[in-house]
C-alpha cells in the first residue's frame, strides 16, 4: 500500500522528472519556491507551480485548470513513457476542478481574481494568479497576468468608436484611393479590385479612420502593407492638420522592418503616381523615417526590461503601424500598449495563421480569434455603407467593438496558385484528398501530398506539355540524407536554380568587375566610383543571396540548421566558391542572435561578410531595402552561420527559393503553423524536404493553440 501524496514526495516526484527531461530543472524549482512560502503547500499547489512554469517554457500564457484536471496528458503533450508516470501521479490528486481550486485559493503565494470581489481584494503581491473566469479558471505566473490584464484594457479602449469622423469626406477620398478597375486609366487593377466580393482593402482602412485601433490580417500577398499605404494617405488627406502628422512604422525585426518601410514607399510612390498634385505623399514619406524594430521604437534599455517609452512618457506620435504582428510576444505588446500616446492610432498587420513569438503569448491569433466571421453589428455596416459603398449583412451574433475593428484580407497575389494552394491546404489540415462527398460526385480539394506530387516535373526535365505549376512546388520524400539537401543549396533544381552558388560567384567577381561593365555608374557617383562600384558589388551580393534560404525545423540532428550549416559550408567550400579559413571569411553568412543598440544590430539581422571599400578588413554587411550599412567582425560578437536557419528566425523573411526541412524524429514541435510558416516564406518555387514518408501530415495534424486568457477577454466572452 502506497503512502499517501504529500508535499515532500511531490516535490521528488518532481525533481525526478526534471532529471528524466519531462520538466525543466526551472518548472520544479517553481514547485520548491511555492513550498518555501507556503509551509501548508498542498500536492495540487506544488503540481500546478511546476506544470505552470513548464507550459511557460512552451510559451502558453497560463494553465487551463479544468483541462488539466481532466485530461492532464493532452495539456502537457509528454511522450508515452512520461504518460505512465503522469496517470500514477495523477490518480493520487484531487478528481475534481472544485478541490483543485480550494488548494490554491487557500495559499498564501496565490492571488484569486476569479470573482469581482477578489479583484477588489488587497494585491499582496502573490507570484501566482488565479484568474479566467469559475467556468474556464486559469493560473498565471503574476507578470504574465497583469500584462494580459493591460493589452485587454488597452484593447477595450482603443477599439471604441470615434464620434467625429467625415463621412463624405472618408467617401470621397476611399473612392479615389480604391477606384474601380474601369477607372484606372491604363494602370493595372489594385489587389483590392482583383477578385469578386467586398473590397476588404477599403473596409479595412474605412474601419480605422473611427478607432485608435485596427487590427489587420491576411495570408501572404494579401496586401497588408498596400492597405496600410493607402491607410496613411487616407489619414493624410482627412487630418485638420496634415503637415503635422506624425507617423512610425515598426516591425518585431530589422529584416521586416526594412521590408515594411521598402514595401510603404513603393506603395505611396505609385499612388503618388495616381492623385497627382491633390495630395503630396512625397512630403509624409520624408516625415515617416525609417523604420524601426519594436524595441528600439520603445527605446530599449539595455541589461534591463524596462524602455524609455511608457505611459508616463509616451511615444511621440499620431499614428503607428506595427508589421508581422504575430512574432510579438506579450510583454512587448503590452509595453507598446502603455507607450501609446491617448489619441494615436496604432494599427497591427500580420497573419494570424503563422508561428507565434518564441517567447510567451499569441497575442494577433487572440486578437484575430473570431476575424474571419466578419461579425459587423448594424451601426458599423452603415458606416461602411457610407464611408465606402460597400453592403454587408449584420451579424446575428453577438459581437464586440474588438470584431468592429477587426478585418481579415483574403485573396492572395503574392504567389502562384501552387504555393498559395499548398499554404491553404496545410492551413486547413488538409494532407491529402477526402472522398468525394456531394451528389454531383465532384473531386475534392486537393491535399499537401497531392499538390506536391502534382509540382513534380516528370523525370525531372522539362517538357512542352508541362502546366505552369510545375515545378513551383515540389516535395523530397525519405528515406533521404542531408546530403541532397546540400547539393541544393550548391545547384538548385530542375525548375528552381537558385541556389547559394549565385551569389559566391558574385562574390568572386569583385567589384572590379562593375568598373570595368559597360553598365557605369550614376553621374553623381562619379567623383569616387571605387566607393560606387563596392556599395554596388555589395548590394548585388546580398540579393543574391537573399533569393535562396534553406528553413529548418529544428537546431540539433542531422535535418537541424546546425549541421546543414557545416555540410553546406563544406560543400561549397569543396566546390570553390568559399574560403573557410578561421571563424571569418569572406562570403559567410551571418545571423545575429542578439540585439545591441550601439551596433544598430538586432535579433534575427542577416548580413554577408565581405571586404570594405579601401581595405581588406571583414564587415558584416546588411541591406535594409536600399540602405546598406556595415559593422566590424571584431566587434560582433553574437552572430551564427545562416546558411540555414529555423523557421521561427525565417519569420518576416521572404525569399525566391525556400527549401523547408522537416525534422526525421517528428515530436511536438513539428506543427501545422510550423510548416505553413516555412511554405509562406516562399515567393517563387518551394522545395519541402520529407526525410521519412508521412512527416508533412503529422505536422498537419498537429495544431497548437497556445493557452491565454486575452481572447475572452478581449471579446468579452
Not at 504518460?83 to 500514477?88: D, E, G, R, Y
Not at 492551413?427 to 475534392?444: C, E, I, K, S
Request: with cysteine; charged share 20%; hydrophobic share 45%.
Amino acid at each position: 500500500m502506497s503512502l499517501p501524496l504529500d508535499a515532500m514526495s511531490t516535490l521528488q516526484t518532481l525533481q525526478a522528472w526534471s532529471e528524466q527531461g519531462a520538466l525543466r530543472r526551472l518548472d520544479s524549482a517553481m514547485a520548491q519556491f511555492a513550498a518555501h512560502h507556503d509551509a501548508q503547500a498542498s500536492p495540487v499547489l506544488l503540481v500546478a507551480s511546476a506544470v505552470l512554469a513548464h507550459m511557460e517554457g512552451r510559451g502558453h500564457v497560463c494553465v487551463p485548470l479544468r483541462e488539466l484536471v481532466r485530461q492532464p496528458q493532452s495539456v502537457l503533450a509528454w511522450p508515452d513513457p512520461m504518460q505512465t508516470a503522469l496517470s500514477t501521479l495523477w490518480a493520487q490528486l484531487p478528481k475534481d476542478l472544485t478541490h483543485w481550486l480550494h488548494a490554491l485559493t487557500s495559499s498564501c503565494v496565490v492571488r484569486s481574481v476569479l470573482s469581482p470581489e477578489g479583484m477588489l481584494s488587497p494585491d499582496e503581491g502573490q507570484p501566482l494568479v488565479l484568474g479566467g473566469t469559475p467556468d474556464k479558471p486559469l493560473l498565471y505566473l503574476r507578470r504574465h497576468w497583469v500584462y494580459e490584464q493591460q493589452v485587454a484594457r488597452a484593447v477595450a479602449e482603443r477599439a471604441k468608436p470615434l464620434p467625429d469622423v467625415d463621412t463624405a469626406a472618408a467617401r470621397y477620398w476611399l473612392d479615389r484611393l480604391f477606384p474601380a478597375p474601369s477607372s484606372l486609366a491604363g494602370v493595372s487593377p489594385s489587389p483590392a479590385n482583383a477578385s469578386a466580393g467586398p473590397s476588404w482593402q477599403k473596409i479595412a482602412c474605412a474601419l480605422a479612420l473611427r478607432s485608435r485601433l485596427t487590427v489587420i490580417t491576411g495570408g501572404p500577398g494579401t496586401g497588408k502593407t498596400y492597405t496600410a499605404a493607402r491607410l496613411l494617405a487616407l489619414l493624410l488627406a482627412t487630418s485638420p492638420n496634415p503637415a503635422q502628422l506624425r507617423v512610425a512604422l515598426a516591425a518585431p525585426t530589422g529584416k521586416a522592418a526594412a521590408r515594411l518601410r521598402q514595401s510603404i514607399d513603393q506603395s505611396l510612390a505609385s499612388l503618388q503616381v495616381s492623385l497627382g498634385d491633390s495630395m503630396d505623399l512625397k512630403h509624409l514619406t520624408d516625415r515617416m523615417g525609417k523604420a524601426s524594430t519594436v524595441h528600439a521604437l520603445l527605446g530599449m534599455q539595455a541589461g534591463s526590461r524596462q524602455f524609455k517609452h511608457h505611459a508616463q512618457q509616451p511615444l511621440d506620435l499620431d499614428v503607428l503601424v506595427v508589421d508581422e504582428t504575430s512574432m510579438v510576444h506579450l510583454e512587448m505588446m503590452a509595453a507598446l500598449m502603455q507607450a501609446m500616446p491617448a489619441h494615436a492610432k496604432l494599427v497591427l498587420l500580420g497573419d494570424k495563421d503563422q508561428l507565434a513569438s518564441v517567447e510567451v503569448g499569441s497575442v494577433l491569433g487572440d486578437l484575430c480569434f473570431q476575424a474571419q466571421d466578419n461579425l459587423y453589428n448594424a451601426d458599423t455596416c452603415d458606416y461602411l455603407q457610407a464611408t465606402c459603398g460597400e453592403v454587408l449583412q449584420a451579424s446575428p451574433r453577438d459581437s464586440s467593438p474588438l470584431d468592429q475593428q477587426t478585418v481579415m484580407l483574403r485573396h492572395s497575389h503574392r504567389f502562384g496558385s501552387a504555393i498559395g494552394e499548398l499554404a491553404k491546404a496545410v492551413n486547413m489540415g488538409v494532407a491529402t484528398r477526402a472522398a468525394p462527398q456531394d451528389l454531383f460526385d465532384m473531386p475534392a480539394p486537393l491535399g499537401a501530398y497531392q499538390l506536391l506530387a502534382r509540382g513534380k516535373p516528370q523525370a525531372d526535365v522539362a517538357k512542352a506539355s508541362d502546366g505552369p505549376d510545375v515545378g513551383k512546388v515540389v516535395g523530397m520524400t525519405g528515406p533521404l540524407k542531408p546530403e541532397e539537401v546540400v547539393q541544393l543549396a550548391l545547384h538548385g533544381r530542375a525548375h528552381a536554380p537558385t541556389c547559394y552558388a549565385d551569389y559566391l560567384r558574385i562574390m568572386q567577381l569583385g567589384p572590379q568587375a562593375i568598373l570595368r561593365s559597360e553598365q557605369g555608374l550614376e553621374k553623381d557617383q562619379a567623383q569616387d566610383p571605387v566607393m560606387a562600384a563596392h556599395a554596388q558589388w555589395v548590394v548585388q551580393v546580398l540579393q543574391a543571396f537573399e533569393r535562396f534560404r534553406i528553413l529548418c525545423a529544428v537546431h540539433d540532428g542531422d535535418w537541424g540548421d546546425r549541421n546543414l550549416n557545416l555540410q553546406v559550408q563544406r560543400a561549397l567550400a569543396a566546390a570553390g566558391l568559399l574560403k573557410p579559413e578561421g571563424e571569418w571569411f569572406a562570403g559567410r553568412p551571418v545571423m545575429v542572435t542578439r540585439n545591441d543598440k550601439a551596433l544598430g544590430v538586432f535579433n534575427g539581422d542577416v548580413g554577408v561578410v565581405l571586404p570594405g571599400a579601401t581595405s581588406t578588413a571583414l564587415r558584416v554587411w546588411f541591406l535594409e531595402g536600399a540602405a546598406l550599412r556595415s559593422v566590424s567582425v571584431s566587434r560582433l560578437a553574437h552572430v551564427e552561420t545562416a546558411f540555414a536557419m529555423t523557421i521561427h528566425k525565417s519569420q518576416g523573411s521572404e525569399f525566391a527559393h525556400a527549401v523547408v526541412v522537416l525534422p526525421d524524429s517528428g515530436g511536438d514541435m513539428l506543427t501545422r503553423e510550423l510548416v505553413y510558416t516555412g511554405i509562406t516564406r516562399a515567393k517563387e518555387h518551394l522545395t519541402l524536404v520529407e526525410p521519412r514518408a508521412g512527416l508533412l501530415g503529422e505536422a498537419i495534424g498537429r495544431q497548437v493553440r497556445r493557452a491565454s486568457g486575452l481572447a475572452t477577454l478581449a471579446f468579452g466572452r
